[in-house]
């Protein structure tokens, strides 16, 4: 989903480990100007990205290319990153490495067998460089199988200066304060907010942020597990407290139906592209890497963020999300895979997306002056200086059957929500309902 997107400082330790250590069951790996040790070798790599994230990505693997001798070519899968990677496993025709979005589809992928737990040489790296919390992230039944690259701070509402200060209103620091504010932003010429309804994992964010804040950390945490079922009061007060929103046709650009046909890269060029329709719109820091790279916009100056507002009383929250690199059994070149997985380990690697804009280091060995201005930095600061009370992406720790599926699951129950928010009980039945059934299976 373009999707779940954490951060940052700096040291050449894990540089050092990933340049001289020998690769499992290889030679050295070379990460570093010396011999091409990959020469006429060809990693495939499938992710999600597209657009700027793709094109941002292709540096990091350019410069792995350029260190190694390895050639790398990107698949981009859509959202659907189970089926896309499970029908070419089957059809013989596995990529090496995947950027997995979702840790349901991470432990999905774990205990079908089709992944290799990942070398020494980048566990090391990650005890050294990582929050305990990413590793767990990454783990299946005590082994390390997946490295977070690239994470993301999902607690950020992205706004346009001139529409807030036309209006008159400053940032909030409440839910309601918020959607106050948007009215007044509306009242002044401009839709509140910009939502892409149209992609799924949109919705499940807003969700997730509203039900942090006003249920709390621990029924956050069961709720994500499932030991909590959808039919809970707070998950119907947390979708009655997100319908306020969505019934609100003076805050939302084109109202539900505009918002059910706009795409996420859409609802940033409602507030950041040529002819603005809105002043705000809510997603993750990503949002910066698009406003810069496809409206040139100046992030700090021309497009800003707040955190995302507390609800009912509770702690703002700092919900999480990322893409963890993992090596397939069945890739034709997987030894190269991780080799290119020691190189995405190491500061190194992180500093080149860093430097480029729209991106969040999990490794803390990245240097925070690699990033490009003032707001990405405290972005990074903010979610890195989190650690382990960070919350990851509720959606992505769902199997992909419910949470991470076009068209199904949570993703289509809360644009059916969207379209018509009327009823968030029932709402709560039908999500409860597709929940069991996935976790079951």
Not at 33 to 42: C, E
Not at 47 to 65: I, P, R, T, Y
Not at 363 to 382: C, E, F, H, P, Q
Not at 395 to 422: H, I, M, V, Y
């Amino acid at each position: 989903m373009m999707r779940r997107r954490t951060t940052l400082l700096s040291s050449c330790t894990a540089l050092a480990l990933a340049l001289g250590a020998t690769a499992c069951g290889g030679g050295p790996v070379s990460a570093g100007g010396g011999d091409k040790a990959l020469s006429g070798q060809t990693v495939t790599v499938a992710g999600v990205w597209s657009g700027s994230e793709q094109k941002n990505f292709q540096k990091v693997l350019d410069a792995f290319g350029e260190k190694t001798g390895a050639k790398t070519q990107f698949v981009s899968t859509g959202d659907n990153v189970s089926t896309v990677v499970g029908s070419k496993i089957e059809g013989g025709n596995a990529p090496d490495v995947v950027m997995v979005p979702q840790v349901g589809v991470l432990q999905q992928f774990a205990k079908q067998g089709w992944l290799k737990p990942l070398s020494k040489t980048t566990e090391q790296s990650v005890d050294a460089g990582y929050a305990p919390v990413w590793k767990k992230y990454g783990s299946v039944d005590g082994a390390l199988y997946g490295l977070y690259f690239k994470a993301a701070h999902k607690s950020t509402v992205w706004y346009s200066p001139d529409a807030l200060d036309q209006a008159g209103v400053k940032p909030p620091a409440t839910y309601d304060a918020m959607l106050k504010a948007g009215r007044v932003v509306s009242d002044s010429g401009l839709a509140a907010f910009s939502v892409a309804g149209q992609d799924g994992w949109t919705l499940t964010d807003w969700f997730e942020n509203v039900y942090l804040s006003q249920a709390g950390p621990e029924k956050y945490d069961a709720l994500a597990t499932h030991k909590l079922k959808w039919t809970d009061a707070s998950v119907v007060k947390a979708l009655d407290t997100l319908g306020k929103l969505f019934k609100d046709k003076q805050l939302l650009a084109g109202g539900q139906k505009g918002a059910l046909n706009t795409d996420f890269p859409g609802s940033v060029e409602k507030v950041f592209g040529p002819e603005p329709e809105a002043g705000m719109v809510y997603e993750g820091d990503f949002v910066a890497g698009v406003a810069k790279d496809q409206f040139g916009k100046a992030i700090g100056q021309d497009a800003n963020f707040f955190p995302f507002p507390a609800v009912d009383g509770g702690k703002a929250p700092v919900v999480s999300g990322g893409d963890a690199a993992v090596v397939l059994k069945d890739g034709k070149n997987a030894k190269a895979g991780m080799q290119l997985l020691e190189y995405l380990a190491t500061p190194e690697a992180a500093a080149v997306w860093a430097k480029a804009g729209g991106f969040l280091s999990p490794n803390k060995k990245l240097d925070l002056a690699t990033y490009g201005d003032d707001v990405t930095r405290a972005t990074a600061k903010s979610l890195v200086g989190a650690g382990d009370s960070v919350r990851f992406d509720m959606s992505d720790q769902a199997p992909a059957a419910f949470g991470g599926t076009k068209g199904a699951g949570e993703w289509k129950l809360l644009q059916d929500f969207l379209r018509d928010p009327s009823d968030p009980k029932g709402t709560a039945a039908q999500l409860e309902a597709a929940a069991a059934k996935a976790y079951k299976g």
